[in-house]
């Protein structure tokens, strides 16, 4: 918990004329996860293995929670980061984010968020 917050005031101090909404996870807040190294301790983002979204055209194979167990893994091995809880708006505004990233999201797994 005390992790998640550290990272946010980094990134509210890193982003000073940016105001996070706190009504719910966007699109933008997503984005700005994405392309922040504040998540970790080996200065990556998800941006640095992802450029655009390369590499993750498979999303659509996964549900929501195992897409947010995927990103929690990426940034805990490649970004040395903390998992973020579950319900978190940081870790919902990236699985958005990513899900955006690839609109084009395979039908297989429909109805099992």
Avoid: W
Wanted: glycine share 8%; aromatic share 6%.
């Amino acid at each position: 918990m005390h992790k998640n917050l550290l990272v946010m005031l980094l990134l509210m101090l890193a982003i000073p004329n940016m105001s996070f909404a706190v009504e719910g996870p966007t699109l933008e807040f997503g984005k700005t996860l994405f392309e922040s190294n504040a998540l970790g301790t080996k200065q990556r983002s998800c941006n640095s293995c992802h450029p655009n979204g390369k590499g993750l055209e498979q999303t659509g194979d996964f549900n929501d929670t195992e897409l947010k167990d995927i990103i929690n893994a990426c940034i805990r091995d490649a970004m040395g980061g903390t998992l973020f809880d579950i319900d978190t708006q940081e870790l919902e505004a990236l699985l958005n984010y990513v899900k955006h990233l690839n609109p084009e999201r395979g039908t297989r797994n429909e109805g099992r968020e």
